[in-house]
């Protein structure tokens, strides 16, 4: 059974850094293309960072040059370092991966940026 597992999301004042973590079971992740999106009230999912099997990393423009995707297979893990965090990047955050016939999701980690 595949299960994703978010973690590292929080309550961090404007300016401030957050590092969030995607752990998996039951999947390889050296293999997947893993995506944080994220989601916030009243607007639809949107896709944050990807990075493919071979690390290389793409991002949205709202994030470019402030947030960081990156993996680490021996530890099954992929995560985002987050800095220079905005109000805007308030969202629940969530990890995914999966090919042409899966399609797997965590159950996401709230990012609250606020003073």
């Known amino acids: 059974q595949v299960q994703l597992v978010e973690s590292g999301g929080g309550l961090v004042q404007p300016g401030g850094s957050l590092r969030l973590s995607c752990a998996a079971s039951?999947?390889?992740?050296?293999?997947?293309?893993v995506g944080w999106y994220r989601q916030a009230p009243g607007n639809q999912r949107e896709l944050v960072a990807r990075i493919t099997s071979i690390s290389n990393a793409v991002y949205a423009d709202s994030v470019k040059g402030r947030f960081t995707i990156s993996r680490d297979n021996a530890k099954n893990t992929v995560y985002l370092q987050m800095n220079s965090l905005k109000p805007e990047d308030t969202a629940v955050y969530y990890c995914n991966t999966g090919g042409t016939s899966s399609d797997y999701w965590g159950q996401g980690t709230q990012v609250t940026v606020s003073s």
């Open positions: 039951g999947i390889s992740f050296r293999l997947w293309t």
